[in-house]
C-alpha cells in the first residue's frame, strides 16, 4: 500500500502522552475553545496533511478565542475545512530543530539539524542522518547529534516513540520545529504518514470476516485490480465507496475529527485500473451490506477519491451506477443521500453520468469536481445526519 497522511491532531494523539490540542472545524465556538484553553494565548493552523503551512498564512499564531471564529470563516471561504487549535509554547525561534523518522529497510532512518523551523529548506546542508535499527539500539544517533544533553533527550524520545510507531504502522513522521526543554523535546509541528488503509483498525482484535468481507476478498483475488473492504459497523451510517487507499483513511480520519466515529461503517478502497464490471462486483457487495440494516435513520454513502493519475473516472463511474441503478428503489426507502467528490481523467463525463442517474432516479446527492477540497463532502454528509 502507498503511504498515506494522517492529521496533525491524529499524529499527536498517538504519539505524546500529554497532548492537548482541539481539532476545529467552522462550527466551532468560542465557548468550546475557552472550555479547553482558557484566556490562553493560541496557535491555529489548517490540519489536513498539506505542508509549508506557515509560508502559505495557514497558520495563525498568538490568537485569542475570541479571535478565532473570523479566523476559521475566513480559511473556509477558501475550501479549508478541518483546523487544529494548541496552547502557543513561547520560545526563542534560535532553540527551533529539525527531526525526521523513516521506516527503512533496516531500521529506522533518522534526520536530524540543529536548525529547524519555517526556513528550515534553505539550510538542508545542515541535516544529518544516520540510521539505527531499532528503538533498543540507538547508538548511532550519536553520529548525528554532537550536543550531550541533547544526545540524551532525544535519544529518549526515540526509544518511546518508535514502537509506538511501529505499532499503529505509521512510516514516516516529521518534526519541524522540535524544541528541547531538559530530557523532554516538544514537537511543535508534525506531519506524518502511514503504511496502508488498514491501519487504524490495528488495535481491534481479530474476528471472523463478514460475508460481504469474504465476497470482496474472493472478488480481488480474481482480478489484477486491488479491491479491499473493512466491515467496521454494520449499523454505521456513513458507507465508503473510495478509489485509492489514500482516500480511504483521508476520509475516514475525518469523520472521526468531526465527532462522527461510531457513524463509519466501512474502510475500503479500488485502485489498480479496475474494469467496469470489477467496480460494478464491489460496488454491489458494499450496498448490499449497507440495505441489509434496517434502522430508519438516514444514511449516506460517500463516492470520493483523490485526483487520479490514470484511473478512467467516467468508466469507473459507469460500473457504480449500474450496481446503484439495480437497488434504487431500496436507496430512496433508506433515505440515502449520495455524495461525490472526484477527479481525473474523463472527470467532466464521468461525474455528468452520475447526476443524470441520481436525478432521474431521484435519490438526493451532492456532486463536486476535483476543486474541492476532498474532506469537504464528508462536512456535508454532517449536515445531512
Given at each position: ?34 472550555t479547553i484553553f482558557g484566556n490562553t494565548n493560541l496557535v491555529v493552523k489548517v490540519d489536513q496533511g498539506i505542508k509549508k503551512r506557515g ?53 529506522w532512518q533518522v534526520s536530524y539539524s540543529e536548525a529547524g523551523g519555517i526556513d528550515v529548506e534553505s539550510s538542508w546542508d545542515s541535516v ?154 464491489y460496488t454491489k457487495i458494499i450496498l448490499g451490506q449497507l440495505l441489509s440494516t434496517k434502522d430508519p435513520k438516514p444514511k449516506a454513502l ?84
Amino acid at each position: 500500500m502507498a503511504r498515506v497522511k494522517i492529521s496533525e491532531y491524529t499524529a499527536k494523539t498517538i504519539l505524546l502522552p500529554d497532548y492537548l490540542g482541539l481539532p476545529a472545524t467552522i462550527s466551532t465556538t468560542v465557548k468550546d475553545i475557552q472550555t479547553i484553553f482558557g484566556n490562553t494565548n493560541l496557535v491555529v493552523k489548517v490540519d489536513q496533511g498539506i505542508k509549508k503551512r506557515g509560508k502559505q498564512g495557514l497558520v495563525k499564531v498568538n490568537v485569542t478565542a475570541s479571535e478565532m471564529s473570523s479566523i476559521l470563516k475566513e480559511w473556509s471561504h477558501l475550501g479549508w475545512s478541518s483546523f487544529l487549535i494548541e496552547p502557543v509554547i513561547e520560545h526563542d525561534s534560535q532553540v527551533e530543530h529539525y527531526l525526521a523518522l523513516e521506516r527503512v529497510r533496516n531500521g529506522w532512518q533518522v534526520s536530524y539539524s540543529e536548525a529547524g523551523g519555517i526556513d528550515v529548506e534553505s539550510s538542508w546542508d545542515s541535516v544529518h542522518v544516520t540510521t539505527v535499527p531499532s528503538s533498543s539500539d540507538l547508538s548511532a544517533v550519536r553520529n548525528i547529534v554532537k550536543d550531550r544533553s541533547e544526545l540524551s533527550a532525544i535519544s529518549k524520545f526515540l526509544s518511546e516513540i518508535l514502537p509506538i510507531m511501529e505499532t499503529n504502522h505509521l512510516v514516516f513522521l516529521e518534526m519541524n520545529p522540535v524544541i528541547i526543554r531538559g530530557d523532554k523535546l516538544i514537537p511543535l509541528d508534525m506531519a506524518c504518514e502511514v503504511d496502508s488503509v488498514g491501519t487504524t483498525l490495528a488495535s481491534i482484535p481479530d474476528r471472523t470476516l463478514s460475508d460481504s468481507e469474504k465476497s470482496v476478498a474472493l472478488l480481488d483475488a480474481s482480478t489484477p485490480a486491488s479491491l479491499k473492504f473493512k466491515l467496521i459497523n454494520p449499523a454505521g451510517r456513513i458507507w465508503m465507496l473510495l478509489s485509492g487507499g489514500g482516500a480511504s483513511l483521508v476520509l475516514a480520519d475525518e469523520v472521526a475529527d468531526q465527532g462522527m466515529g461510531k457513524e463509519l461503517a466501512n474502510y475500503g478502497e479500488y485502485s489498480g485500473a479496475p474494469t467496469d464490471d470489477d467496480v460494478y462486483s464491489y460496488t454491489k457487495i458494499i450496498l448490499g451490506q449497507l440495505l441489509s440494516t434496517k434502522d430508519p435513520k438516514p444514511k449516506a454513502l460517500v463516492i470520493a477519491a483523490g485526483i487520479a493519475n490514470f484511473t478512467d473516472v467516467a468508466k469507473t463511474f459507469k460500473g457504480i451506477i449500474r450496481a446503484l441503478d439495480e437497488v434504487k428503489l431500496e436507496l430512496k426507502k433508506t433515505k440515502v443521500k449520495v455524495f461525490v467528490r472526484r477527479g481525473g481523467p474523463n472527470e467532466a463525463k464521468g461525474l455528468q453520468m452520475m447526476t443524470d442517474f441520481l436525478s432521474k432516479a431521484n435519490i438526493p446527492h451532492s456532486i463536486h469536481r476535483h476543486e474541492t477540497p476532498l474532506t469537504h463532502v464528508i462536512t456535508e454528509v454532517k449536515e445531512y445526519l
